[in-house]
């Protein structure tokens, strides 16, 4: 069965900063308004930024990043980068979902899920 909607993310762990590289992917050829990426961390309020959509930099600050239909031109692929400055507080790392639906009429009607752990990075002298 083909997936109507993916998401994959090229890295599995990251650290604080590092950049998130995501792609997501539409094989639904029925009717449909936007897609909307949705990223939650664990045990946080923290969020990633989008800075760069389909080759083009945004400024994106907000954990959900919706996207209109007509936005994307045709476009059946949307790539797309991200970071966050979270710093795991309760152990070693932070497990991270990202989420992705396809919605039409206010209704989400596809979606798939993703998931990535953030590293504590540690400083040198650190044991």
Do not use: C
Not at 12 to 40: C, F, P
Not at 49 to 70: C, V
Not at 113 to 126: G, L
Request: charged share 25%; net charge neutral; aromatic share 8%.
């Amino acid at each position: 069965m083909v997936n109507e909607v993916a998401i994959s993310l090229l890295e599995k762990e990251m650290t604080s900063g590092q950049e998130l590289h995501g792609t997501v992917t539409i094989a639904y050829t029925g009717r449909w308004d936007s897609v909307v990426i949705n990223s939650q961390i664990e045990n946080s309020s923290d969020v990633f930024s989008y800075s760069l959509l389909n080759g083009k930099k945004i400024k994106h600050p907000f954990a959900r990043l919706s996207i209109f239909k007509d936005e994307l031109k045709g476009k059946t692929v949307v790539e797309f980068v991200a970071s966050t400055n979270h710093q795991p507080q309760m152990r070693d790392f932070s497990n991270v979902k990202f989420r992705v639906s396809l919605i039409q009429e206010h209704k989400e009607i596809f979606s798939d899920v993703a998931f990535i752990k953030i590293v504590a990075t540690r400083a040198p002298n650190d044991s």
